[in-house]
């Protein structure tokens, strides 16, 4: 019971801090760029990136060591319905990544770069998609916790 109890937290501190991280890139990008922000932008994003790789190890440790096990999470459909936002989220979080990192690389040429305007609009919008697509995994950890089912 003390493994599942700290199984649970570790994967709350590890989605706060994704969730955090999504919504400190969403505010930056809506500063005006600068070198600065530019970096800071990649490494919010580096923390996004390991605390989603935090989630994802502490999920997996709480179903095949937690004690509900891998049989009640595989024939729940707000599982699944988690993992697939989750999933999708990490598929558009590959383009803002690639986006930061490509800009970090002209600021090593160009200290004065800063991307175009309607480029960084465009990476807000996608993490602003991933924040409010987030907002459905606590909802569906809430009703797959109660073993509620809506079909």
Known sequence: MLLDALLSYAHFVFAFILFG???????????PPSAASLRLLVRMDMFYGLSALGVIAAGLARVFYG???????????FFWAKLAVFGAVGIISIWPT???????????GDESFTPPEAEVKA?????????????LVPLFAAFLARG???W
Do not use: K, N, T
């Not at 991280?21 to 500063?31: D, N």
């Not at 690639?98 to 090593?108: D, E, G, P, T």
């Not at 990476?123 to 907002?135: N, P, Q, S």
């Open 21 to 31: 991280a999504l919504a400190g890139e969403a505010f930056v990008l809506r500063l």
């Open 67 to 77: 004690v509900r096990g891998a049989a009640f999470y595989g024939a729940e459909p």
């Open 98 to 108: 690639m986006r930061f990192l490509s800009w970090r690389r002209a600021l090593v």
């Open 123 to 135: 990476m807000r919008r996608l993490v602003m998609i991933e924040l409010h697509l987030l907002a």
């Open 148 to 150: 509620m089912r809506f």
